[in-house]
């Protein structure tokens, strides 16, 4: 079984799929110098596509990926570092929604844009729950709510630790800081035996973020859902978790109401250079 095709025609021989495989699992064959598989490359490739897109020759195709099928990176579409600067920093978790629906399409756009970040072993592990509609997310709003009274009850200090208390009030009284009134929810989630589930979750979580606030969206982690997820039987049912998963993570999208016109202030970062004294030339 070849796993690797090489075009001889267009194949410089300049090694960088073997130096760019994460698994090292392409060599450069002493006979010929042409890029070559090791014996145990289909126990090893994790799929990440990355020798057919560094190629600059187009020369390399696997199996299950050609060039073809992989989007040309346009240099006039590169972003700047002032506008990269700009836009991460301008990022703002959104939680006063138009009464607006998104088209489904951009649902699914924001999903697809998402799945590209990057995960532990290229394994992808995510899952999507997306709730449509704003009714149905006060209905899972009105079950973490639920929930939250049964802490209060029977473990009032945690509850209080964890804000329940004036979680509920407010939705006594009429506000829900569950979901913010948001026309939609996503849930994430993953086998619950992948150990880089939260984290791998969390960058698709985030890439989503920034993907909705370019499309003029807005996001905002919905903390009190995921949490309140894996450990309420009645919310695993209702958004239909499977049982060999839990939810990472989970985030509230709508069209903003409000425009934030500055950035707020961050703390510095927190760092401790090593070597700290300045390296000797
Ligand atoms: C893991 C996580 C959980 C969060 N949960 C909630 C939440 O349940 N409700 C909420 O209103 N904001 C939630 N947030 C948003 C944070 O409060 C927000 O990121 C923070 O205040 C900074 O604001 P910014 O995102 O606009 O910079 C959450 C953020 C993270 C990262």
Redesign the pocket.
Known sequence: MTFISVDREKCNQDGICSSECPARIIVMDPKDGYPIPTSDFKDYCIKCGHCVSVCPTDALRLEWLVPEKCPAMKKEMAVTPEQAEQFLCG???I?TFKEKKVPKDILEKLLQVACSAPSAKNQQPWHWIVIQDAAEVRKIAGMVIDAMRMVIQADPQTAMTMGFQRAVASWDQGYD??C?GAPHLIVAHADKNWVFGPEDT?LALSLLDLYATSLGLGA??????YKTVNAYPPLVEALGLPVDHLAF?AMMIGYPKFKYRRI?M?NRPRVAWHPSRPLEN
């Open positions: 990022r703002r978790s939680r800081r569950i913010r969390a905002c982690w919905a903390g009190y859902v993570g707020p961050r």
